[in-house]
Nanobody, 122 residues
């Protein structure tokens, strides 16, 4: 089992940047595929980005590709989401998630953090 805690959310102006962090504890961090999801008010949760166990492969939703970067530091048991060129439509609660499988997918994640609010003003 793994516990996930997100941090780094906040309020930024459109065009600004934020870096989210997700600290993991429990089982060996490097054994998990890690992902980021988000949920805006009144909308379903949607996939944002994922990264393979060793960080060699990444995958992004079309809406954030080129603006967001997912990375991980297995020595620190932490995954990051660097968000640049933020838009008001990026406003949502962002969740960190872990998957016990070794392949990158947009669903099937087993563990979830509590979420961190990201608000982008225009």
């Amino acid at each position: 089992q793994v516990q996930l805690v997100e941090s780094g959310g906040g309020l930024v102006q459109a065009g600004g940047s934020l870096r989210l962090s997700c600290a993991a504890s429990g089982r060996t961090f490097s054994s998990f595929v890690m992902g980021w999801f988000r949920q805006a008010p009144g909308k379903e949760r949607e996939f944002v980005a994922a990264i393979s166990r060793n960080g060699a492969s990444t995958y992004y939703a079309t809406s954030v590709k080129g603006r967001f970067t997912i990375s991980r530091d297995n020595a620190k048991n932490t995954v990051y989401l660097q968000m640049d060129s933020l838009k008001p439509e990026d406003t949502a609660v962002y969740y960190c998630a872990a998957r016990t499988g070794q392949t990158i997918v947009v669903r099937g994640y087993d563990y979830w953090g509590q979420g961190t609010q990201v608000t982008v003003s225009s």
